[in-house]
């Protein structure tokens, strides 16, 4: 027959598994609401990209809306989440031409607010092109792409933030 201490031994671990747990649920379900919330409500923007002129590219009508969003958030975990869901082809209320674009091209825009990568050639000189770097118009592969790109730059912490 066990001893009274080896009884309450078991039962103390029991309840720390338990009580560890919990913890780790909360967690989760935290992180899981923040990432939620913002991704949410990127989505829900009704942004609109025009080409511009001048500058021979596509701007974004809510570039402060999205700064507004993420400004209270934990930055570097703000670029992990952008990062993450490059690759969502959800449809989002922003537009381009009329014509609703995908979560991924909105966290692409959201992200370029808030990390900065400046990719390099093996000799060390800039890289004129980047598949992180995307359009408005990319298609799925090329969001894959852009995933993977930023993925490796997160992993390897060469951003910065802005």
């Given amino acids: 027959?066990?001893?009274?201490?080896?009884v309450?031994?078991?039962?103390?671990?029991g309840i720390f598994i338990i009580l560890l747990a919990a913890c780790f649920q909360n967690t989760r379900s935290v992180d899981s609401g923040f990432t939620?919330?913002?991704?949410?409500?990127?989505?829900?923007?009704k942004g609109e990209y025009l080409w511009n002129n001048e500058l021979k590219r596509y701007i974004y009508s809510e570039k402060n809306l999205i700064e507004k969003i993420l400004s209270i958030r934990e930055p570097e975990l703000v670029v992990n989440v952008l990062v993450n869901c490059l690759d969502d082809?959800?449809?989002?209320?922003s537009t381009?031409?009329?014509?609703?674009l995908v979560m991924g091209v909105i966290c692409q825009e959201a992200l370029s607010q808030t990390a900065y990568y400046e990719p390099t050639t093996k000799?060390?000189?800039?890289?004129?092109?980047?598949?992180?770097h995307i359009l408005p118009t990319a298609t799925p592969d090329e969001l894959k792409e852009a995933k993977r790109a930023w993925t490796k730059v997160v992993d390897s912490k060469s951003y910065l933030l802005l």
Avoid: C, F, Q, Y
Avoid at 89 to 93: A, D, E, Q, R, V
């Fill in 8 to 13: 309450l031994r078991l039962i103390s671990v």
């Fill in 123 to 132: 000799e060390g000189d800039i890289a004129k092109k980047w598949s992180g």
């Fill in 36 to 45: 939620d919330s913002m991704l949410t409500k990127l989505r829900e923007m």
């Fill in 1 to 6: 027959m066990p001893s009274l201490n080896h």
């Fill in 89 to 93: 082809l959800t449809l989002t209320n």
């Fill in 96 to 100: 381009l031409r009329g014509k609703r």
